[in-house]
């Protein structure tokens, strides 16, 4: 992994092929404007590190109606995490409106408040190792039709073994296939104690959470039977909560 982070890499200005759904590093992006509006101490960690972006013209573009809720940070070191992971990236398509998207929110800001940030950030350099390699709580959710569940199959176990590995190589390729670039959510799921949280669904409300999650461009796994949908299993950043909310389900442990 690199040391720090370069400020040579966003050039302001607008895109002008915009798709339907943004890309993944975008909707990055503005879950941590969403955080940062609601925690005081990771906004002024944000504007310290986006303080480099020069300031794009024109007003930024609308996004469409997603339910990117689901994978808005909940905590201030799992965003700082992501926020260093993202402005550290360079393999990730379309990042330029992810830095555009960062450098219309810091505009936007009042002015930092020195006196919060106590980790000694210089603008546009922050090191990595400032955080070490702790490894936070993280879990990956697997939904599971509950027919499926229900009827205790013996294959259960090797699907969700299957579907979660399946996981975590997607979002290694995400990363160009560079372990040290890939999401710290995975990381942390990966190295750490591969914690799952089980949650079983309809299969109307299954096949609504992969629609969000294709548009969403996130990291998940569908295995199916003759039926339908068996498992989805979604990267560890999904909060799973949040998930069980949204698509009313029933979380099992």
């Known amino acids: 992994m690199k040391n720090s982070i370069h400020t ?37 960690t944000l ?82 190792g400032i955080f070490g390699h702790h490894k936070l709580e993280t879990q990956m959710p697997i939904i599971i ?10 294959k259960l176990g090797d699907m969700m073994v299957k579907s979660s590995t399946s996981v975590i190589s997607q979002s290694i390729m995400l990363a160009g296939n560079d372990i040290n670039k890939t999401e710290p959510e995975a990381l942390d799921w990966f190295f750490g104690a591969k914690d799952t949280q089980i949650f079983t669904a309809m299969s109307s409300q299954m096949e609504k959470l992969i629609s969000d999650l294709k548009r969403l461009r996130v990291a998940h796994s569908i295995l199916s039977d003759e039926v339908g949908v068996a498992i989805i299993a979604t990267s560890p950043v999904v909060h799973g909560p949040t998930l069980e909310l949204e698509y009313d389900l029933k979380q099992l442990n």
């Open 8 to 44: 040579n890499k966003y050039r302001a200005g607008r895109s002008t092929d915009r798709d339907a759904t943004p890309a993944y590093s975008e909707l990055v992006a503005q879950t941590l404007i969403a955080f940062a509006e609601h925690d005081a101490e990771f906004r002024n």
């Open 47 to 128: 504007l310290a590190l986006t303080a480099h972006l020069p300031t794009p013209e024109g007003a930024p573009a609308p996004l469409p109606d997603l339910a990117t809720d689901i994978l808005t940070p909940t905590h201030t070191e799992a965003a700082t995490k992501r926020a260093l992971w993202l402005l550290e990236s360079d393999d990730l398509p379309d990042l330029s409106r992810a830095y555009e998207a960062l450098a219309h929110w810091h505009a936007a800001q009042h002015e930092l408040d020195p006196q919060a940030i106590v980790l000694g950030i210089k603008v546009g350099v922050l090191p990595i």
């Open 145 to 154: 039709r509950r027919d499926i569940y229900a009827g205790k199959s013996e």
